[in-house]
């Protein structure tokens, strides 16, 4: 079964984080494409994007890799079918405690999930499109027992 992970990015400079999130979706075998698109800069981009995702019939899933103020997670959630994940790229603790909110509140019905830790975003991914893939499902099962089997 096809399926993909989009990434949205605020600007260019969320590249080297999402190459993190990028290379767990790789050790999966799971796609990715990533598109820099600002909520705020280029609003009729996201809506174009959101758009073509939406056409997309294939199983997806967003996540929005922003720093500041996150408008792009929830404008993706607000509108597009497909399970959005935020996943900031905090790179300091004051950056964490200032830009936090943008990512967690959100109004009714624009449903983000957001994960702190890029690992962690790509297995949230991983696991929404492993419901409906078997071969994903089982490489899922087998690394929860790798884990287990450290400790």
């Known amino acids: 079964m096809d399926m993909l992970v989009t990434f949205l990015l605020g600007s260019k400079s969320d590249t080297e984080f999402t190459e993190k999130i990028a290379a767990e979706l790789d050790a ?6 990533i598109i820099v698109a600002s909520a705020h800069k280029v609003p009729e981009k996201v809506v174009e994007v959101i758009n073509q995702l939406n056409a997309d019939p294939q199983p997806q899933v967003v ?3 922003v720093g500041m103020s996150n408008g792009l997670g929830g404008v993706t959630a607000g509108s597009c079918i497909h399970p959005v994940v935020n996943c900031p ?3 300091s603790l004051e950056e964490y405690m200032v830009d936090f909110n943008s990512n967690v509140r959100m109004p009714s019905d624009v449903p983000v999930m957001t994960v702190l830790h890029p690992k962690n975003a790509a297995l949230s991914a991983i696991k929404i499109l ?3 893939d078997n071969e994903l499902k089982e490489k899922v099962i087998a690394r929860i027992k790798a884990v287990k089997a450290t400790y």
């Open 28 to 33: 999966f075998g799971v796609p990715h494409q």
């Open 63 to 65: 996540i929005t890799v």
């Open 89 to 91: 790229p905090y790179a």
């Open 130 to 132: 492993a419901e409906g």
